[in-house]
Every structure is written in C-alpha cells, then in structure tokens.
C-alpha cells in the first residue's frame, strides 16, 4: 500500500513563503508515479493546485498560483515539494499531495485520476 506523508505547512503572513514536501513510502518506486498538489478550503471543492510528471520533465498550474509555486520532485529521495512564494490569504486550505500512476508526458489535473493520497497539511496566510 502505497504511503504519502506531507509536511512544512503552516502559520504565513501574507507575501510570505512556505515550502511543503511529500514523502512517498512503500509501494511501487516512486518514479512510477506523477504527483500532484491540491488543496480544500473550508466549505469549497478540492481543487487542483500543480502536478509534475515522473520523470519531473512536465509541470502544470492552476492558474491561481501560476508564478507564485513551483512544484519540484527529487526522486532520489522520493520526494514531492511545492515552493509556495508570495502567499495570499485566499491560498489559506488544507494542501494534499497525490500520486497517479501514470508513467506518459501528460500530467493530469483531475483528482480522480489520482490514486493515493497524503492526510493533508494546514497552510494559513494571514492578512
């Protein structure tokens, strides 16, 4: 069973910066996997943040966070992060992490093609 562990987030000013990492255990290698970010506010949808493919050659954005995240991937370490720069206090949500076994170019946005995913960690932008 494939285990995702996130971490790093946390209590931001806003314009401030937080890194979150997600580590994957068990399972198949992680370089078997594309990641993904997403995120739920409360009382809003889950929705898609950034997603990078296995190899880290592909990437893609909301476009809410376009410019001010970076998703990188080091799989030596088996390791997801989101570089997260001039936060806003609407980026305030749960941020998950997610791996979909998909080995192609395409990187997906859609959670249900993500097959496992991380507990969540708490990121709040203040004003």
């Known amino acids: 069973q494939v285990q995702l562990v996130e971490s790093g987030g946390g209590l931001v000013q806003a314009e401030g910066s937080l890194r979150l990492s997600c580590g994957i255990t068990?399972?198949?290698?992680?370089?078997?996997?594309?990641m993904g970010w997403f995120r739920q506010a409360p009382g809003k949808e889950r929705e898609f943040v950034a997603a990078i493919s296995w190899s880290g050659t592909n990437t893609v954005y909301a476009n809410s966070v376009k410019g001010r995240f970076t998703i990188s991937r080091d799989n030596a370490k088996n390791t997801v992060y989101l570089q997260m720069n001039s936060l806003k206090p609407e980026d305030t949500a749960v941020y998950y992490c997610?791996?979909?076994?998909?080995?192609?170019?395409?990187?997906?946005?859609?959670?249900?093609?993500?097959?496992?995913w991380g507990q969540g960690t708490q990121v709040t932008v203040s004003s």
């Open positions: 997610a791996a979909d076994p998909n080995l192609g170019m395409v990187v997906s946005t859609t959670s249900n093609d993500y097959d496992y």
């Open positions: 068990s399972g198949r290698i992680f370089t078997a996997y594309a």
